[in-house]
């Protein structure tokens, strides 16, 4: 049986829209904050997990979206800003709610970069994964519009199947007025029937959206919602008792990072694709073929190619289990070597309690010396040469995502 993780695996994050103000009169640009909240994640959900992950990449490098990426290649108010806050549970998956049509209709998506298009289930929809969620009932909208174009997103448990609407959506207390969104009407496997959350929204680039349907962040820039066409993400890290998370869109929020922000320039206009130029393990440098990566986070590991994997799992004493993971003894977390990813040339450092997760029912999150110790760099060889990096990086870093310089900004996350 596929575990709620595999769904946490394709799409991680997830936010909650405190969309309390703001159904009356237009708002001035300004920036939208989005509270994310957070489920856990134990040893069993890591089964299947390359499976979705790689069904996720498989799915968006297939058809025309294939095509785009090659084409690509070498292409280069006075209200507070609208944000999401995310609430924290174990370091595993993050969830909330956005509002669709009038009145509105709430449901909870997955913020994710490494996709680009927002569907939710339908009325229409008879699986099984569409009848244990919320699902959006366009008669009682009274801003719906029908489109009917259809839609379909490959997975590797099957076909997401639906159609395109319009309707007005609400974004942290910001109003999108007619956007086109995916009503599903076929959810394939378990997957999405045991997932936290009732759908996605995408905030990749646009040359990746099924159907060329306008994403929402590319919506509230055209509409004028945003001070700035950028959105940042900081997700918290509870092994301490933190907070959540939040996403900010239209602002950077200086409460949750310290320093100065290193800006990389994008190098594929798909996902937020960036460069790096170093790896070490310790002292070690690390030859890799593979140089770029999407900052996804939709993804809870650092995916790289099965033979970077071997190479920085043994470097740190790693032992590959019956499943194809690589595991550590909790008890030397606070021993194992300082991993460094050059980004726009300064080094990212991760500890050892950074990129182990904790997944086998210790009750202390990354640092508990109880349970089972997974290494957070995961191997898989996708059909396009890239790494993925989702939040055992972005847990430490917060993270900038600017559309109108495509570039991706790191900060150290407070």
Known sequence: MVSPFIAAALFAIVAVVDAAAVRSGARSPGALRVPLHKVSLTESDLTGYADALAAKYHGMTSGHRKQQLNAQDGAQNALLPPTVELTNFLNAQYFGEIEIGTPPQKFTVVFDTGSSNLWVPSTKCNSIACWLHRRFDASKSSTFKKNGTTFAIQYGTGSLEGVISNDNINIGGADIVGLDFGESVKEPGFTFAVGRFDG??????????????????????????????????????NADGGEGGEIMFGATNPERYTGSIVWAPVVRKAYWEVGFSNLTVGAKHIEIETKSAAIDTGSSLIVVPTADAETINT??????????????????????????????????????????????????????????????????DLPMSIWIVGDVFLRKYYTVYDLGKHRVGFALAT
């Not at 008890?331 to 950074?354: M, Q, R, Y």
Request: aromatic share 8%; with cysteine.
């Open 200 to 237: 996605i929204l995408g905030l990749a680039y646009d040359t990746i959206a099924v159907q060329k349907v306008v994403p929402p962040f590319y919506a509230m820039i055209n509409q004028k919602l945003l001070e700035a066409p950028l959105f940042s993400a900081w997700l918290g890290d």
């Open 315 to 380: 470097l740190i004493g790693a032992t590959k289990n019956a499943q194809g993971q690589w595991t550590v003894d909790c008890d030397n977390i606070s021993k194992l070597p300082e991993i460094s990813i050059t980004i726009a040339g300064v080094p990212h450092p991760l500890s050892g309690s950074d990129y182990v997760l904790n997944v086998g029912g210790g009750s202390g999150g990354n640092n508990a010396a109880a349970g089972n110790c997974v290494s957070g760099f995961m191997g898989m």
